[in-house]
């Protein structure tokens, strides 16, 4: 039990930053693709939505072979680092942020795109007052991606190693625990997830609040 508190912290920051990375990118191309209008835009939002069930095996797969000493990214040694964790979240998380983000968006578009114009606003403009008035869904977004880094597993111990003091997150110390039988530890990390689930949506709905 002595690492308990260092396992719960380094799944926190390997999460938050893995969301924050996800939300830099997944939220203007939702912001492009709500209010963008250009050639295979449909395409674009067909394979985010597609990337939804990317299966996180597959995504730990590929990074370890671009990560490995014998892949393109190998000289950068990152592979079992928190940094390639870090990764591989932030690729699962970027499309749901970017789904969830677009339609959040787009809806508020469709209502008031037509009286913001109106005043003026040309569509880049008009996003900073989109995004206030789609905050609750934008809200919801992030903790959506945040869920699905926190809760990762199969891909960070991929390319995390599951190695005890470096890349030993909660997920990976509950899937390890349990095959040895030591159940509380695990379910102690289990409930500390779920605290985790809770807080976080609960701060959002608060929050995030639509006031519109």
């Known amino acids: 039990m002595d690492e308990f508190l260092p396992i719960v912290l380094r799944s926190l920051a390997v999460s938050l930053s893995a969301t924050f990375g996800a939300t830099l990118i997944g939220l203007p191309l939702a912001a492009v693709l709500a209010l963008g209008r250009w050639p295979g ?14 299966p996180p095996v597959v995504v730990g797969l590929v990074l370890y072979l671009l990560l490995s000493r014998s892949g393109p990214l190998g000289l ?8 390639a ?5 932030t690729v699962l998380a970027t499309p749901i942020i970017a789904a969830l983000g677009h339609r959040a968006i787009e809806g508020r578009w469709l209502e008031f795109g037509r ?8 569509r880049l403009a008009a996003l900073p007052h989109l995004m206030r008035m789609a ?3 934008i809200a919801t977004a992030l903790l959506a991606g945040f869920g699905r880094t926190v809760s990762e597993v199969g891909a960070v ?14 997920t990976t110390t ?4 349990t095959g040895k039988g030591n159940f509380d530890l695990a379910l102690a990390l289990g409930l500390v997830l779920v605290g985790i689930s809770i807080s976080a949506s ?11």
């Open 76 to 83: 950068l040694g990152l592979l079992y680092t928190p940094e």
């Open 115 to 122: 009286a913001l114009q109106a005043s003026g606003a040309s």
């Open 41 to 54: 835009r449909q395409v674009v939002l067909v394979m985010v939505h597609g990337l939804l069930g990317l």
């Open 85 to 89: 964790m870090i990764m591989a979240q």
């Open 135 to 137: 905050r609750g869904g």
């Open 174 to 177: 509950i899937t390890l625990e």
């Open 157 to 170: 111990l991929i390319v995390g190693g599951n190695i005890a003091g470096v890349t030993r997150t909660m």
């Open 202 to 212: 609960t701060v959002v709905l608060i929050a995030g609040r639509d006031r519109a």
